[in-house]
């Protein structure tokens, strides 16, 4: 009989790793298990759909469900995993369709089981009334509801909150966007997140940003409308009237089928290798669910592993663990850790970065603007400044900033607009990290070089002698990545 292989998972991570799996083991058994009614569909493309009212939502399917049974790959449609016993190989599975739960033996698992959204709860508020928006069933449902005059407000000013501001304003609705902290794209340096907070309010985006939905409720009427109460940081009350909520408040590793089994980290996600095994021999992960380690080191006080929930991280990722999951000993394949690259539009906005980001306090907003090329500790300045406004912990090595502004396109062509580079290495020349602002014309896709940089332990000297395409309609002469490696350069010297 055929060892059976179980993934728990129906999309990027998952998919990728049952394919990789048959193409290592023609006669494996393999099993996919998809909490969701859809699978293979892809999720990044979601807000881009949702602005377009003549886009069926299943134009975001990438493969068809016939094309994984054709390469004897079981597909099992709202089948969500319930808990996992690693002793006797058994998964509880709740069965959506046919009801109730059955137990399902495993050889072999690959949990790819993705992320969830973090959970918006309001006092008054039922459930049914706010809006997810992880699911091809949530867009088809948004789409036809997204219709103006009306109000919406996004919980949340990630990037998915913002793609989704993009969305509802092409469409002609007013938003109103909510967060806790006073800027939006956490992820990004702070310069990046002022640029941001001004498209957003330059396109009609109504910021409600160092505040919190605390409570809500429905109102009869034709239509009916929600209440939502909001309280600022500074302890100020608000009361917002709408027509749709939408939950963006970030999301978290949809794990819990495996709370008490010691796989997991404190945030929820599992710890894997190169080889993307975790902490059982047969078990491996992939995907939004997993950390690993990054290709830049950790400073002092930061962790070892990071968590990276992007689409190509999950598709590498879930094609090693297939692969790998399906092979006898010796014939194992690596995924080499990455530079965790980022990028996202914001209205007529491209912002980028890659790199260990840290992510502790920010400048004081009162202090005067730091000098182009300092000495700073914290990737890109989200630190602090050395000195006494900084509370950041001593790292283990100073770090140099440097950065530099140019136009999209070269000298005198016409429709030009900003284009900026921050970049930061260790005292030692290595690169640690960057970020990229542009105005449109593609200009933050230059992210690409630096990542290939940091991936292959390139210098800021590297960086500078990149003999780099140049002709004016594609950008300028000097290049605002050569300049600002040169200006680093100099920072570090000695």
Not at 368 to 386: A, D, K, Q
Not at 459 to 466: C, R, S, V
């Amino acid at each position: 009989m055929a060892e059976r292989l179980v993934i728990i998972g129906g999309n990027a991570a998952g998919l990728a790793a049952a394919l990789a799996a048959r193409r290592r083991h023609a006669a494996l058994d393999i099993l996919v298990l998809a909490a969701e009614s859809a699978v293979s569909f892809g999720a990044c493309g979601m807000p881009y759909n949702l602005a377009d009212p003549a886009r069926a939502a299943e134009d975001l399917q990438v493969r068809p469900l016939a094309a994984f049974r054709e390469a004897g790959i079981q597909v099992a449609l709202g089948h969500r995993v319930r808990h996992v016993d690693l002793e006797r190989g058994i998964l509880r599975v709740e069965r959506r369709e046919a009801g109730g739960e059955q137990e399902l033996t495993w050889d072999r698992l690959v949990v790819a089981s993705g992320a969830q959204g973090r959970a918006l709860a309001l006092p008054g508020l039922p459930e049914t009334a706010i809006h997810q928006f992880r699911s091809l069933d949530d867009l088809r449902r948004l789409k036809a509801l997204c219709h103006p005059p009306a109000t919406a407000v996004v919980a949340g000013a990630g990037l998915v909150g913002v793609e989704l501001c993009e969305a509802l304003r092409t469409l002609g609705l007013d938003v109103v966007l909510v967060d806790p902290l006073d800027l939006p794209l956490n992820p990004f340096p702070r310069p990046i997140r002022l640029a941001a907070r001004d498209e957003l309010e330059r396109h009609g985006v109504e910021l409600a940003l160092g505040g919190q939905l605390i409570a809500g409720r429905i109102v009869d009427g034709l239509p009916p409308h929600l209440l939502l109460d909001l309280r600022s940081e500074s302890g100020g009350a608000r009361r917002i009237r709408a027509q749709l909520l939408i939950n963006a408040a970030g999301q978290r590793p949809a794990t819990g089928f495996l709370q008490g089994s010691g796989l997991l980290d404190d945030g929820g996600a599992l710890p894997v290798d190169e080889t993307m095994r975790t902490g059982h021999a047969r078990v491996w992960a992939a995907g939004d669910c997993v950390t690993r380690s990054p290709v830049v080191p950790p400073l002092h006080g930061e962790s070892g592993f990071v968590w990276n929930p992007q689409a190509r991280e999950a598709v590498a990722g879930g094609r090693v663990a297939g692969w790998n999951a399906a092979a006898g000993p010796g014939d194992h394949r690596r995924l080499a850790p990455g530079p965790q690259t980022m990028i996202v539009r914001c209205f007529g906005l491209e912002l980028a970065r890659c790199g260990r980001l840290w992510l502790r306090e920010e400048p004081d907003p009162v202090a005067p603007e730091p000098s182009r090329e300092e000495i700073v500790r914290g990737l890109l300045g989200l630190g602090g400044l050395t000195g006494p406004r900084s509370n950041m912990p001593a790292a283990s090595a100073a770090l140099r900033r440097a950065h530099a502004a140019a136009r999209t396109l070269g000298h005198a062509m016409p429709g030009s607009g900003r284009l900026e580079v921050w970049l930061e290495a260790a005292a030692d020349g290595l690169l640690r990290g960057g970020a990229i602002l542009s105005e449109g014309g593609g200009g933050a896709q230059r992210i690409n070089v630096l990542a290939a940089l940091l991936q292959s332990g390139g210098t800021a000297e590297d960086l500078a002698g990149l003999d780099l395409a140049y002709s004016p309609p594609f950008g300028p002469l000097a290049d605002p990545l050569i300049q600002a490696a040169r200006r680093l350069g100099r920072a570090l010297a000695p």
